[in-house]
């Protein structure tokens, strides 16, 4: 895992960052994340500063997150939304009862964790039967170059030499495990994955 320094150094340009290594497809890829029915209630997970925070289509909004760098951008990014609520907290010790949210999003964050089981884990705690997971990550890019050069730079580059991808079979795997069902995988631009799977 990145250390919490790091992105407390980066927060200010994060999300330009951000948009030059999605090249191009930034506003595309949110509009698919949060493609889900409207609840009541939902988590946005290591949610930094914000990527889909403030579009997650639900009543109320719990975006928690280490950094409270990335979590200033966040929240002026959504000041005039009453609805979202930002939280510091620990994703492997997610501070809410069970069964207390319809869906729980994770964007761009899964590859900073060795231990993303038990981040998943405590993700199908919190869901109420029925509830969502919604998770966005790099991937394997299916065009060989991107392989082995746009994946290499990420991870060294960028994410400091941690850097954990999966494929829809892996990611299917460690979410079966975690107890969730109904898992579905979508490829999105060839180097990253949109995994969306029930409680």
């Known amino acids: 895992m990145v250390k919490t320094s790091h992105f407390e150094r980066m927060a200010k340009y994060y999300d330009r960052a951000t948009k030059i290594l999605m090249l191009g497809t930034y506003g595309k890829v949110r509009e698919r994340?949060?493609?889900?029915?409207?609840?009541?209630?939902?988590?946005?997970?290591?949610?930094?500063?914000?990527?889909?925070?403030?579009?997650?289509?639900?009543?109320?909004?719990?975006a928690l997150d280490m950094s409270p760098g990335m979590l200033r951008v966040n929240r002026d990014k959504n000041r005039e939304r009453r609805h979202v609520n930002i939280t510091v907290g620990d994703a492997f010790r997610l501070p809410f009862a069970d069964n207390s949210f319809d869906a729980v999003y994770n964007t761009l964050a899964a590859h900073e964790f060795k231990k993303i089981s038990n981040i998943v884990s405590e993700a199908y705690?919190?869901?109420?039967?029925?509830?969502?997971?919604?998770?966005?990550?790099?991937?394997?890019?299916?065009?060989?170059?991107?392989?082995?050069?746009?994946?290499?730079?990420?991870k060294h580059i960028v994410e400091?030499?941690?850097?954990?991808?999966?494929?829809?079979?892996?990611?299917?795997?460690?979410?079966?495990?975690?107890?969730?069902?109904?898992?579905?995988?979508?490829?999105?631009?060839?180097?990253?994955?949109?995994?969306?799977a029930r409680k």
């Open 33 to 62: 994340i949060v493609s889900e029915p409207a609840v009541e209630r939902a988590l946005d997970l290591c949610c930094g500063t914000g990527y889909v925070t403030g579009h997650i289509n639900a009543k109320t909004v719990v």
């Open 125 to 154: 705690r919190v869901l109420r039967p029925g509830g969502r997971l919604v998770l966005y990550d790099f991937s394997y890019p299916d065009n060989i170059f991107l392989r082995y050069t746009y994946l290499p730079f990420v």
């Open 160 to 196: 400091l030499g941690t850097f954990f991808v999966y494929n829809g079979e892996g990611w299917g795997k460690i979410l079966k495990e975690a107890g969730f069902i109904d898992v579905e995988s979508e490829s999105l631009y060839g180097a990253s994955i949109l995994m969306r």
